[in-house]
C-alpha cells in the first residue's frame, strides 16, 4: 500500500520509543491499529457503496458481453473468408481441363501409371542420346590425353 523500506519502519519505530515513552508505546500501537482498521473498513464500504449505485458489475458484464460478440464476428467473417477462397479453388480445380468428374480412382492410378511409364521411356531415351554424344565425342570414353594412340588399333580391330 504506501512504499515504506524496512529501514524506515525501524527509524519510525525508535522514533515513537523516543517520544511516548516505554511504558505507552504498547498501548498506542493498539490504538493507532484500531484506528487504521476501522479506516480501511469504512474505506471498503464506501468503495462497494460507489459501485453498487453505479452498477459497476452490469457495466462490467456489458463490455464483456460486446467483446465476446466483437470476437464473434470476426471469427465469423475469417470463416466465411475461408470459405469463398475453398469455393473458388474447388471451381479452378472442377473447370480444369484434366477434371474428369466420373472417374474413379482406379482410373486416377492407372493415369499416372502410364505417366510414370512415359516419364522413363523419356528418360531412357535421353539417357542412349548422351551416351551416343559423349561416344562421338571421347571415342571409346578413355579420356584423350591418356589414351595417347592406343585409339587408333581399337577401331581397326572394331572394323574387322
Do not use: C
Amino acid at each position: 500500500m504506501f512504499n515504506i523500506h524496512s529501514t524506515e519502519l525501524l527509524l519510525i519505530a525508535i522514533v515513537a520509543l523516543i517520544v511516548i515513552g516505554p511504558e505507552k508505546l504498547p498501548g498506542t500501537i493498539r490504538t493507532a491499529s484500531l484506528w487504521i482498521g476501522r479506516f480501511r473498513r469504512s474505506f471498503y464500504r464506501v468503495k462497494a457503496d460507489i459501485e453498487r449505485e453505479l452498477n459497476t458489475d452490469e457495466i462490467r458484464r456489458q463490455l464483456h458481453n460486446e467483446s465476446v460478440l466483437a470476437d464473434i464476428e470476426a471469427a465469423k467473417s475469417d470463416v466465411e473468408k475461408t470459405a469463398k477462397d475453398t469455393k473458388a479453388s474447388v471451381e479452378n480445380l472442377v473447370s480444369s481441363d484434366d477434371f474428369d468428374p466420373g472417374a474413379s480412382v482406379e482410373t486416377a492410378k492407372q493415369q499416372a501409371e502410364a505417366q510414370v511409364a512415359t516419364a522413363k521411356s523419356e528418360v531412357e531415351e535421353v539417357s542412349k542420346e548422351v551416351e551416343s554424344v559423349s561416344k562421338q565425342l571421347y571415342g571409346t570414353g578413355k579420356n584423350p590425353k591418356l589414351a595417347g594412340g592406343d585409339d587408333e588399333p581399337e577401331e581397326e580391330s572394331a572394323k574387322s
